[in-house]
């Protein structure tokens, strides 16, 4: 299809709050002087809880991730505007939009997160106070934690990529102090019907599913307190409750009030204005809230500026005055030079061209028949994998949990590139979108990383089992296994958007062609108009640390299992543990070195059509062996193959 994404718009303007030259230095004062006491209470509040270990509670341990979330939400957009106001230039870079609107998503989805874990905390303590903490362990803090930022992180991704399918006019005036998603869509040149429905469907998931987890959680507390005897306990009960629901109050009272408001008002200005409630306030007043009602914390902020007091700095009066900044007679570019940056982004590109294989028509019946029987094959092997570890209870196990996420992840990695392929040489047209190629090159990070990932994971837990055969089942529990595998999502959704976000400053020619049958990352820079240096640059250092670190892990598990199985008296023993690591062996074998084949390939031979060919042995040909590797390598897995076709065929085999 064509894309939608033809901006051409170097700059945004943001009118902010008011025109009025006269109330800009109220509205910088105003607004600095917020923005100091936010950072300054919410950081109180940090150090209060690091450094008092009474404080080292799942409770503090929350309100801690919550104020450094209020710290990154205020510092996303008030300092832009305080830019603009001190330099009269109320300009941003198309970029620096995209960007400010995916990090104040990100950052308000966690919020959103935050208050309903902190909630479900406030739940455990009172009505279930003997098994408090054997629920709320550490490790199971952390993964509340992680998964929230992972459900922030896919709710802005979203939303982002919404935004690049979107066209702009010339000049774009947001009536507003930031970039915010609706006024943005409300300037676009093109249909954005699709967009206010999404917006409404994710608002609806994102922000009423927490609620709805906050007001359920706080039913069950009322209920528990109204039952307590003593009105000491009651009264208790209430206390450690009433800062959070002041903060959750504050915090859904003033985004209904900015809803309302938009609804209401006919002025966008107005709408502007009532959004300080939602961007600014809460922030703020977050510290005072559990500081003032808190007597463990106001105890600890007490012992942390008592402690400080030792550590003033004595400084002699001229000194002093020689050492003073004068924020007045700064220059411009100070605060503006970030924000004010010229654009790279000024992709007229409408799309790409896949060249694929070949160009020849001959071989095309050839490659399609190829292409779509390897891909059958990789589909069908793999959820055969899932649902027999699915089926088959004796295969709920950490190694064949992580050995289903294998799978699904081999599945996903052939459906970004192959169906492209196989549609570009069915329909004659090679032509993919640009806001299609980022996607994919975004989707081939996310789960080439995750296998990446899930592969050094795997090496640690069979290290585990065989180093540590006793201790496997307490170390390797479902939470901390969900928990692994949440953090190599974090990372490979991390690794992608970093890649994609720097392929976004790029700008490209008219009818760009690329030598491969998928968008990849280093075809797409070599035919970009801009410099790439610095594209290459991070290739190189996150590859090595990406793909080194996990590589450096495998080697160091198998090492330590090597050791072990020396030691070993018996054979059949040796020859059991090797049997356990064999498969897994054979995986990152077919994984490491055709990603170093095509590296090597790339480096040395200067035909496109050569690394294309390569790249097919890392991309298209482990996801298809995996299966074959773990089904003929295994006997368990043969067995529950073969138990999950046989009770299929009896399923189907009845009488008419």
């Given at each position: 299809m064509k894309a939608r994404n033809q901006t051409e718009v170097s700059d945004v303007f943001l009118l902010g709050l008011t025109d009025d030259p006269r109330l800009q230095p109220l509205l910088f004062d105003l607004f600095l002087s917020m923005y100091l006491i936010t950072m300054l209470g919410n950081l109180l509040i940090i150090l209060a809880v690091t450094s008092d270990p009474h404080l080292h509670t799942p409770m503090y341990f929350?309100?801690?991730?919550?104020?450094?979330?209020?710290?990154?939400?205020?510092?996303?957009?008030?300092?832009?505007?305080?830019?603009?106001?001190?330099?009269?230039?109320?300009?941003?870079?198309?970029?620096?939009?995209?960007?400010?609107?995916?990090?104040?998503?990100?950052?308000?989805?966690?919020?959103?997160?935050?208050?309903?874990?902190?909630?479900?905390?406030?739940?455990?303590?009172?009505?279930?106070?003997?098994?408090?903490?054997?629920?709320?362990?550490?490790?199971?803090?952390?993964?509340?934690?992680?998964?929230?930022?992972?459900?922030?992180?896919?709710?802005?991704?979203?939303?982002?990529?919404?935004?690049?399918?979107?066209?702009?006019?010339?000049?774009?005036?947001?009536?507003?102090?930031?970039?915010?998603?609706?006024?943005?869509?409300?300037?676009?040149?093109?249909?954005?019907?699709a967009h206010n429905i999404l917006i409404y469907v994710v608002a609806c998931v994102f922000g009423g599913v927490p609620l709805s987890g906050i007001i359920s959680s706080y039913s069950c507390i009322l209920s528990s307190i109204l039952h307590m005897p003593s009105p000491g306990g009651k009264h208790k009960a209430f206390s450690t409750c009433g800062s959070h629901l002041c903060v959750v109050v504050l915090f859904y009272g003033t985004?209904?009030?900015?809803?309302?408001?938009?609804?209401?008002?006919?002025?966008?200005?107005?709408?502007?204005?009532?959004?300080?409630?939602?961007?600014?306030?809460?922030?703020?007043?977050?510290?005072?809230?559990?500081?003032?009602?808190?007597?463990?914390?106001?105890?600890?902020?007490?012992?942390?500026?008592?402690?400080?007091?030792?550590?003033?700095?004595?400084?002699?009066?001229?000194?002093?005055?020689?050492?003073?900044?004068?924020?007045?007679?700064?220059?411009?570019?100070?605060?503006?030079?970030?924000?004010?940056?010229?654009?790279?982004?000024?992709?007229?590109?409408?799309?790409?061209?896949?060249?694929?294989?070949?160009?020849?028509?001959?071989?095309?019946?050839?490659?399609?028949?190829?292409?779509?029987?390897?891909?059958?094959?990789?589909?069908?092997?793999?959820?055969?994998?899932?649902?027999?570890?699915?089926?088959?209870?004796?295969?709920?196990?950490?190694?064949?949990?992580?050995?289903?996420?294998?799978?699904?992840?081999?599945?996903?990695?052939?459906?970004?590139?192959?169906?492209?392929?196989?549609?570009?040489?069915?329909?004659?047209?090679?032509?993919?979108?640009?806001?299609?190629?980022?996607?994919?090159?975004?989707?081939?990070?996310?789960?080439?990383?995750?296998?990446?990932?899930?592969?050094?994971?795997?090496?640690?837990?069979?290290?585990?089992?065989?180093?540590?055969?006793?201790?496997?089942?307490?170390?390797?529990?479902?939470?901390?296994?969900?928990?692994?595998?949440?953090?190599?999502?974090?990372?490979?959704?991390?690794?992608?958007?970093?890649?994609?976000?720097?392929?976004?400053?790029?700008?490209?020619?008219?009818?760009?062609?690329?030598?491969?049958?998928?968008?990849?990352?280093?075809?797409?820079?070599?035919?970009?108009?801009?410099?790439?240096?610095?594209?290459?640059?991070?290739?190189?250092?996150?590859?090595?640390?990406?793909?080194?670190?996990?590589?450096?892990?495998?080697?160091?598990?198998?090492?330590?299992?090597?050791?072990?199985?020396?030691?070993?008296?018996?054979?059949?023993?040796?020859?059991?543990?090797?049997?356990?690591?064999?498969?897994?062996?054979?995986?990152?074998?077919?994984?490491?070195?055709?990603?170093?084949?095509?590296?090597?390939?790339?480096?040395?031979?200067?035909?496109?059509?050569?690394?294309?060919?390569?790249?097919?042995?890392?991309?298209?040909?482990?996801?298809?062996?995996?299966?074959?590797?773990?089904?003929?390598?295994?006997?368990?897995?043969?067995?529950?193959?073969?138990?999950?076709?046989?009770?299929?065929?009896?399923?189907?085999?009845?009488?008419?």
């Amino acid at each position: 299809m064509k894309a939608r994404n033809q901006t051409e718009v170097s700059d945004v303007f943001l009118l902010g709050l008011t025109d009025d030259p006269r109330l800009q230095p109220l509205l910088f004062d105003l607004f600095l002087s917020m923005y100091l006491i936010t950072m300054l209470g919410n950081l109180l509040i940090i150090l209060a809880v690091t450094s008092d270990p009474h404080l080292h509670t799942p409770m503090y341990f929350f309100l801690s991730s919550l104020s450094f979330n209020d710290i990154c939400l205020s510092s996303t957009t008030v300092p832009k505007m305080l830019s603009n106001i001190h330099t009269q230039d109320h300009s941003i870079t198309y970029t620096g939009c995209l960007a400010q609107i995916y990090f104040v998503i990100v950052f308000a989805c966690l919020e959103h997160s935050l208050l309903a874990v902190m909630a479900y905390d406030r739940y455990v303590a009172i009505c279930h106070p003997l098994r408090y903490t054997a629920i709320m362990h550490p490790s199971f803090c952390v993964l509340l934690l992680l998964l929230s930022l992972l459900v922030s992180i896919m709710d802005a991704l979203l939303n982002g990529l919404m935004m690049l399918r979107l066209s702009f006019c010339a000049k774009l005036e947001v009536p507003h102090f930031f970039c915010e998603l609706i006024q943005i869509i409300k300037l676009s040149c093109s249909d954005t019907f699709a967009h206010n429905i999404l917006i409404y469907v994710v608002a609806c998931v994102f922000g009423g599913v927490p609620l709805s987890g906050i007001i359920s959680s706080y039913s069950c507390i009322l209920s528990s307190i109204l039952h307590m005897p003593s009105p000491g306990g009651k009264h208790k009960a209430f206390s450690t409750c009433g800062s959070h629901l002041c903060v959750v109050v504050l915090f859904y009272g003033t985004c209904v009030s900015v809803y309302i408001g938009s609804t209401a008002a006919d002025s966008p200005r107005k709408i502007a204005v009532a959004s300080v409630m939602y961007a600014v306030v809460p922030q703020m007043l977050n510290p005072f809230i559990y500081s003032l009602r808190n007597r463990d914390m106001k105890g600890a902020l007490r012992r942390v500026i008592n402690n400080k007091q030792c550590w003033k700095i004595q400084m002699d009066p001229l000194d002093s005055q020689e050492g003073q900044i004068h924020l007045a007679s700064m220059h411009p570019l100070t605060f503006g030079a970030f924000f004010s940056m010229e654009p790279t982004n000024e992709t007229t590109a409408i799309e790409f061209l896949l060249l694929g294989l070949t160009d020849n028509p001959e071989l095309q019946a050839l490659i399609f028949s190829l292409f779509l029987s390897i891909y059958l094959i990789t589909v069908l092997g793999n959820l055969l994998i899932i649902l027999a570890v699915s089926a088959d209870p004796h295969l709920h196990t950490p190694m064949y949990f992580f050995l289903s996420i294998l799978s699904f992840t081999d599945v996903c990695i052939s459906t970004t590139t192959v169906p492209q392929g196989l549609l570009n040489i069915q329909a004659r047209d090679h032509s993919i979108t640009y806001a299609g190629c980022l996607a994919q090159i975004s989707s081939v990070l996310t789960f080439g990383g995750l296998e990446n990932c899930l592969l050094v994971v795997m090496a640690y837990d069979r290290y585990v089992a065989i180093c540590h055969p006793l201790r496997y089942t307490v170390i390797m529990h479902p939470g901390f296994c969900v928990l692994l595998l949440l953090c190599s999502l974090f990372l490979s959704a991390v690794h992608a958007l970093l890649h994609s976000l720097m392929v976004l400053r790029l700008s490209f020619c008219q009818d760009v062609e690329i030598p491969h049958f998928f968008c990849e990352l280093s075809q797409v820079l070599k035919t970009a108009c801009s410099d790439t240096l610095i594209n290459n640059l991070l290739i190189h250092l996150v590859s090595s640390l990406f793909f080194g670190m996990p590589l450096v892990g495998i080697i160091f598990s198998y090492a330590q299992i090597l050791s072990s199985i020396l030691r070993l008296p018996s054979a059949g023993g040796k020859s059991k543990a090797f049997s356990t690591c064999g498969s897994h062996l054979c995986v990152v074998s077919l994984f490491y070195g055709t990603g170093f084949s095509v590296y090597m390939s790339s480096a040395v031979t200067g035909s496109s059509f050569k690394n294309v060919v390569a790249s097919m042995m890392y991309i298209v040909i482990p996801q298809m062996l995996n299966p074959f590797i773990y089904s003929l390598r295994n006997k368990e897995m043969k067995g529950a193959l073969r138990h999950l076709i046989c009770s299929t065929f009896s399923f189907l085999d009845f009488d008419p």
